[in-house]
Nanobody, 127 residues
Framework: VQLQASGGGLVQPGGSLRLSCVAS????????MLWFRQAPGKEREWVSC????????YYVDSVKGRFTTSRDNAKKTTYLQMNSLKPEDTAVYYC?????????????????????WGQGTLVTVSS
């Protein structure tokens, strides 16, 4: 299983970016898909999740109303649309396949329970 993340870049505060995560090596629709981020000097944190069946979404409070995650199972691609970006959103963003179909169980899992991670894509929000 491989995940390829892309879409990061430099954007001004208030701007938008869309991250993509393309999966290969498996069906691509039976596991939850999550986005994490890690800012310089900080621990990796969970940002969003979209479940396998049904596509239910969850977000960390700091991005609610600004970020939207979605998935296109036919394309084996998960997206993270980021709007109204703030300097504090600056981080390397990683996609990961959840250990479970549902988000609740996946979000409660330790990092070493995730068997597939994208390589990370850098998002810099600065004027």
């Amino acid at each position: 299983v491989q995940l390829q993340a892309s879409g990061g870049g430099l954007v001004q505060p208030g701007g938008s970016l869309r991250l993509s995560c393309v999966a290969s090596g498996y069906a691509g629709d039976e596991h939850a898909m999550l986005w994490f981020r890690q800012a310089p000097g900080k621990e990796r944190e969970w940002v969003s999740c979209v479940s396998g069946p049904g596509g239910t979404t969850y977000y960390v409070d700091s991005v609610k109303g600004r970020f939207t995650t979605s998935r296109d199972n036919a394309k084996k691609t998960t997206y993270l649309q980021m709007n109204s970006l703030k300097p504090e959103d600056t981080a390397v963003y990683y996609c990961a396949r959840g250990p479970y179909p549902g988000c609740t169980s996946s979000m409660d899992s330790p990092f070493d329970a995730f068997d597939s991670w994208g390589q990370g894509t850098l998002v810099t929000v600065s004027s």
